[in-house]
């Protein structure tokens, strides 16, 4: 596991421990090696710690007791010890999701010997560079990036870097290297068919088509929001393989109180208890996260909240439908999704009255219906759109400054509002019906409205970019998701994604980084993802031109390396080729439009 996780913000060495570990048979051994783990970080020596419990730092098998310890910690003012315990939870989650190094248990491990990916490492060296820092925002010329394996292992100017023998040099010829790009908001396990015990193949075709398609267009890592846990484990080992490649994987299961999050978790969800007990199946799978079914009870609501909270487990939702406003950017809720909801929660009016428009736009009363035909009351329109008139831009700032500091993030997915509110005929390469999964459907064509729904989506897509800016402004986390495969590409929808972004007011760099550096931050894993830097995961894209002059410079596309592996233009033209052919058995059979 990536030592950086323990020793960032390190001072100096404490005194080398002693361990005092009982017996491997006695009972309390885990909780043990789990102090012993973190006092050898204390101490600078985690190798030892390591060595002595048999222990990884970052071991699954040991978060609970991590978690107790990191709670005492901080009860008792030991912050250091605190902060320790909090990276090793950090790590086993970026060693989950990310997929960085194998979990083995003490009887697994090998002591001292080189892992298979390290063994057949081959040097690598990215030549005439220029590197994208989206971190500060800025450029560095003529750059040599030293790739080893599936790392970073050198970053620096031509004239400084010395290379190795026998390192295989790739000359970019001024291209801009930008990290790896991620897609913060899929569901790429919707198909019922991958779940059947005979559906091996159409698993190997949904990655094919999931995994060529990314890769091809840079998008190296995704965040799926919602599937079968099982599917989604087979589809991340697919994607680790050179047969069906595919970008890293993030995942949660199906969505609570919409289905059993995983397989024996309670279903209906009813209680605090059913809450409790659904997070805790969730965490003994792959699965590092919990979402919520937008239609969950308010309470239950808020009791996921304070399970993910004290679990240290991180919970996303949608803008549920009957919460007070700052449930909004409470402790435990990690990221909003989409921008749904925002304006009625927003509005100088209280939930109820949206909750009774709502209620009279889906079902009126007789009484309502007579006073339509007599033309003594008019038919409401939609909520949203009396809300933003009556916007309290006031609470805005407020509640969006308050999820600034409570590491509340947002995927704003413009890219699916835009089809949505039908604002227009944008992002044509991002919906190319030759591989889209799904075909346009009549109600949401551009081309297929009047010129007053015309008029009004013009007006929603400018408060919806509103929302973007001011959310940006607060200093909340943005994140780029595009919820795929509502109709778009893989790759080219997170292009659009960002141009949409840009829009909106977001700076290029500020567009770029929502799917760079702060999807790392939502990772808590800025020291292994992110940025174009030594100790680095290498996943990176070589653009033709500049990012920073107008994010849609990320459709250039010239280079992708994932997990360590070039593809090149001819390696992302097979890739396409290859996804186009496994998209035709995974397409719904559905005419044209």
């Not at 279903?267 to 997070?279: E, G, I, Q, Y």
Request: hydrophobic content about 45%; glycine content about 8%.
């Amino acid at each position: 596991m990536s030592r950086a996780f323990v020793n960032e913000d390190a001072g100096p060495p404490e005194r080398r421990p002693t361990f005092d570990l009982p017996p491997r048979t006695d009972p309390g051994f885990d909780a043990a090696a789990a102090r012993a783990l973190l006092e050898g970080a204390r101490a600078g020596d985690t190798a030892a710690a390591e060595d002595a419990t048999g222990y990884r730092w970052g071991e699954a098998a040991l978060h609970d007791l991590v978690a107790r310890i990191a709670d005492d910690a901080d009860a008792g003012g030991d912050e250091r010890l605190a902060q320790l315990a909090r990276r090793f939870l950090r790590a086993l989650v970026l060693t989950l999701c990310v997929g960085l190094s194998p979990l083995v248990g003490r009887a697994q491990r090998t002591q001292g010997a080189p892992t298979t990916a390290q063994a057949a490492a081959t040097t690598i060296a990215l030549t005439h560079a220029i590197v994208v820092d989206v971190e500060r925002g800025t450029l560095q010329r003529d750059q040599v990036v030293v790739l080893r394996g599936d790392r970073i292992v050198q970053v620096g100017a031509a004239r400084a870097v010395r290379l190795p023998a026998g390192t295989r040099t790739v000359d970019v010829a001024g291209g801009y290297v930008i990290p790896g790009l991620w897609d913060f908001h899929v569901h790429m396990a919707l198909d019922s068919a991958l779940r059947t015990p005979a559906a091996a193949t159409r698993r190997a075709q949904a990655m094919q088509y999931w995994g060529g398609l990314s890769l091809a267009h840079g998008v190296t890592g995704v965040r799926d929001l919602a599937g079968d846990v099982p599917v989604l484990a087979q589809l991340d080992s697919l994607a680790r393989t050179t047969t069906t490649p595919g970008p890293r994987m993030v995942y949660t299961g199906e969505k609570l109180g919409q289905a059993p999050v995983v397989a024996g978790a309670p279903f209906p969800v009813r209680t605090r208890d059913d809450v409790r007990a659904s997070l805790t199946k969730l965490r003994g799978t792959r699965a590092t996260f919990l979402k919520l079914a937008p239609m969950l009870d308010s309470t239950l609501v808020r009791s996921a909240y304070e399970a993910c909270a004290a679990a240290r487990v991180p919970c996303v939702s949608h803008v549920p439908h009957d919460v007070p406003r700052a449930a909004l950017a409470q402790r435990g809720l990690a990221s909003i999704e989409h921008l749904l909801l925002f304006p009625e929660y927003l509005s100088h009016q209280p939930r109820a009255h949206w909750k009774a428009i709502a209620e009279e736009r889906a079902q009126p009363t007789w009484w309502q219906r007579v006073g339509y035909r007599l033309g003594l009351r008019e038919p409401p329109e939609a909520e949203t759109r009396l809300a933003q008139a009556d916007f309290d831009e006031g609470a805005a700032r407020a509640l969006f400054a308050q999820m600034a500091a409570n590491g509340v993030a947002v995927t704003p997915t413009l890219f699916l509002h835009d089809i949505m509110k039908r604002a227009g005929a944008r992002n044509g390469p991002a919906r190319d019906t030759l591989l889209m999964l799904e075909w346009p459907t009549d109600g949401l064509r551009a081309d297929r409205r009047t010129p007053a729904q015309r008029a009004a989506h013009q007006q929603d897509w400018a408060f919806l970019q509103r929302l973007v800016r001011l959310q940006r402004d607060a200093g909340v986390l943005l994140l780029a998701g595009t919820d795929l495969p509502l109709q778009g590409v893989p790759g080219l929808a997170l292009h659009a994604e960002l141009a949409l972004l840009q829009d909106a007011g977001l700076t290029p760099v500020e567009a770029l980084r929502t799917a760079t550096l702060n999807p790392a931050r939502w990772l808590q894993a800025t020291d292994t993802l992110g940025t174009v830097q030594a100790g680095r995961v290498a996943d990176l894209v070589v653009l033709r031109n500049d990012p920073l002059a107008d994010v849609r410079n990320v459709a250039s596309v010239a280079l992708v390396v994932a997990r360590g592996r070039l593809y090149d233009a001819a390696a992302r033209a097979a890739l396409v080729r290859d996804a186009r052919a496994a998209r035709e058995p995974l397409r719904p059979r559905a005419p044209l439009p």
